[in-house]
């Protein structure tokens, strides 16, 4: 159930784009128990989200907390961008990363997940996924964002923070604290357009996916798949020539992946959505 529900939550964020950056980041202003400019599940009398006083700066942090929903059910929610209709912040520039402050009270090897994607003209073009281990005080984290090909400008950020667990299923009393999360430009945001041309067919899939390298010759290359919490369910090398990977897909779970294509030092990665009817 809680994949489930994370993935139903995946799929509404990613499909959901509006038209400054970070909002409220450092979450010192509140309303009605969430952070202003941010969403997250209230759902009492569950301690999924909470305005916390251990904060790595100001007043206020967000506390995440796994909570039991009965007979022993991990229940949690992420921390969403947006009001729960809009689901991202607007840019005026295009991010060349995403940080952010965090502790993570863990159980049971829980992780703390954090996903971004940026929007350009209403289209995803660049994405981060990354999940992080236990940190007992507070630790900085700063991830780079992935371009296909760089965007002139970006019109909006989403970011999504919630507790997981590699296996899909977390674990009753982990918690986090998150802080003081911002984007930042720079003049080494990563151009994969010398990979950026691989191909996914078909895109929305079901039982399998073709991976197509037509600009890989005569170069190793390794193929990774990631869910929408970041959890590695696929790799495969392509040698040499070959430009066609085949991967079969029927033991994926309905929802958004996203492959990456390395090759040497140069990477790529796209999107890709299983569908099983």
């Given at each position: 159930?809680?994949?489930?529900?994370?993935?139903?939550?995946?799929?509404?964020?990613?499909?959901?784009?509006?038209?400054?950056?970070?909002?409220?980041?450092?979450?010192?202003?509140?309303?009605?128990?969430?952070?202003?400019?941010?969403?997250?599940?209230?759902?009492?009398?569950?301690?999924?989200?909470?305005?916390?006083?251990?904060?790595?700066?100001?007043?206020?942090?967000?506390?995440?907390?796994?909570?039991?929903?009965?007979?022993?059910?991990?229940?949690?929610?992420?921390?969403?961008?947006?009001?729960?209709?809009?689901?991202?912040?607007?840019?005026?520039?295009?991010?060349?990363?995403?940080?952010?402050?965090?502790?993570?009270?863990?159980?049971?090897?829980?992780?703390?997940?954090?996903?971004?994607?940026?929007?350009?003209?209403?289209?995803?073009?660049?994405?981060?996924?990354?999940?992080?281990?236990?940190?007992?005080?507070?630790?900085?984290?700063?991830?780079?964002?992935?371009?296909?090909?760089v965007p002139a400008?970006?019109?909006?950020?989403?970011?999504?923070?919630?507790?997981?667990?590699?296996?899909?299923?977390?674990?009753?009393?982990?918690?986090?604290?998150?802080?003081?999360?911002?984007?930042?430009?720079?003049?080494?945001?990563?151009?994969?357009?010398?990979?950026?041309?691989?191909?996914?067919?078909?895109?929305?899939?079901?039982?399998?996916?073709?991976?197509?390298?037509?600009?890989?010759?005569?170069?190793?290359?390794?193929?990774?798949?990631?869910?929408?919490?970041?959890?590695?369910?696929?790799?495969?090398?392509?040698?040499?020539?070959?430009?066609?990977?085949?991967?079969?897909?029927?033991?994926?779970?309905?929802?958004?992946?996203?492959?990456t294509v390395k090759?040497?030092?140069?990477?790529?990665?796209?999107?890709v959505v299983i569908?099983?009817?």
């Amino acid at each position: 159930m809680k994949k489930t529900l994370l993935v139903i939550v995946a799929l509404i964020c990613f499909s959901t784009a509006s038209n400054s950056q970070i909002l409220n980041g450092g979450f010192e202003n509140w309303t009605a128990g969430l952070p202003d400019n941010w969403w997250g599940v209230l759902f009492p009398p569950y301690d999924l989200l909470t305005q916390s006083t251990s904060a790595h700066s100001g007043s206020y942090a967000v506390r995440l907390h796994i909570d039991d929903l009965g007979g022993g059910q991990p229940f949690g929610t992420p921390l969403s961008t947006g009001n729960g209709v809009v689901t991202t912040h607007p840019l005026s520039f295009v991010p060349h990363s995403v940080s952010f402050w965090y502790k993570l009270n863990s159980v049971g090897g829980d992780e703390l997940t954090i996903t971004a994607l940026v929007y350009s003209g209403g289209t995803g073009s660049g994405v981060a996924v990354v999940a992080f281990p236990a940190a007992a005080s507070y630790a900085y984290i700063s991830t780079t964002i992935q371009y296909g090909v760089v965007p002139a400008n970006a019109d909006s950020i989403a970011i999504i923070v919630l507790i997981t667990h590699p296996s899909g299923t977390t674990h009753i009393g982990s918690e986090a604290f998150i802080d003081d999360i911002g984007i930042s430009t720079s003049t080494g945001i990563n151009n994969l357009s010398a990979v950026n041309n691989f191909q996914i067919l078909p895109n929305p899939a079901n039982k399998f996916i073709s991976i197509e390298l037509p600009s890989i010759v005569n170069k190793t290359s390794e193929i990774l798949i990631t869910d929408a919490t970041g959890r590695l369910v696929h790799s495969q090398t392509v040698y040499n020539a070959e430009k066609e990977a085949m991967i079969e897909t029927t033991s994926f779970r309905t929802g958004i992946y996203f492959c990456t294509v390395k090759s040497g030092e140069l990477e790529s990665r796209k999107t890709v959505v299983i569908i099983h009817p």
